[in-house]
């Protein structure tokens, strides 16, 4: 999406594609239309077209055939012919997406919409569970993309552990950041606002916001919680380091990471196909508990996993994050 902030003319927000358009189509454009036609395997790209006077803002204006080579669609054609074009094709009934995210429970505020939608069958329910499910499994081309944005990122969390030091601030961290993954990973946006929290600020879990805009100093013998993920071609990463502002763990400041380290390491070593996310949470939670138990003696007596209530001050977050 694209907004104005407030009543200002001149801050204008880079353009972001909705998820499930661009998982679709491919277009990372605005003032789009997409149509999947079912019965002849088809794509149509529909898009709005631009008067003169926009190439002096905007650049040269693109051609139906730059748009049909550039996506890979059978036909492109302007959005103002979409209801000829539906009537052409003999479709009247029509999906259209709409839906609530699980995670978020936000629902979608961008269906599509025509001036003729009323005379078609219209079919909210089913489109955005379909979708939702495909998205789930990767295809091979994916694959290869998400490696390229976790590599983009992963290589800029090292480009930041190599310069940080202390007296540096947390907002040098995230630019750091951002620098190395859009100047040598071609990463224009981040999946998120960067979370750099040192000292006390990395109990914060979504520190970096406005009212905590990264603005801290960083100190001799803190730690920081790095929390930074770029997104590549509408692949978004979530990555989190945390380590010493000045190189070196204290005592207990080791024991902590070495839970946490031996927490990631037994997971990852038991997870492969048909293993429930939930029964890796609770191995995690097992290997933290034994360690405040045993190592680090900060419970007087085990702690059962079953005791979620006391979990929750220790684990705030599901293990897949």
Known sequence: STFNFYDNDTLISNFRQE?????????????????LDLQRQEIVLLLEPQPLESERWSGKRRTFKWYQEQYAVHHVAAVQHLHSILQQRNIQ????????????????????TFNELKQYTLNYASLHPLLSEARVIKTPSEINLLRTACLVSSKAHVYVMRHIQPKMTERQLEALF??????????????????????????????????????????DG??????????????????TCSYPVNGS??????????????????????????VLWTDMHRLAERVLLTHLYEKMKVLKAPLMVADA???????????QH
């Open 19 to 35: 998820p499930f358009f661009r998982y679709l189509f491919g277009c990372n454009e605005p003032d789009l239309m997409g149509l």
């Open 93 to 112: 009934y029509l999906y259209l997406l709409h839906g609530k995210n699980a995670d978020s429970d936000m629902c979608t505020t961008t269906t599509a």
């Open 178 to 219: 951002k620098g190395y993954s859009y100047y040598f990973g071609g990463s224009r946006h981040q999946a998120y606002e960067c979370i750099c929290g040192s000292g006390h600020n990395g109990s914060i879990l979504h520190y970096g916001h406005s009212g905590y805009p990264n603005d801290k100093v960083l100190n």
């Open 222 to 239: 803190e730690t920081v919680v790095l929390d930074m993920g770029s997104e590549y071609l509408g692949y978004a990463t979530d990555i």
């Open 249 to 274: 763990f204290t005592p207990k400041q080791k024991l902590i990471h070495t839970a946490v380290v031996d927490a990631n390491r037994t997971v990852c070593n038991a997870m492969k196909p048909d």
């Open 309 to 319: 209530k006391s979990l929750k001050t220790i684990v705030d977050y599901f293990v």
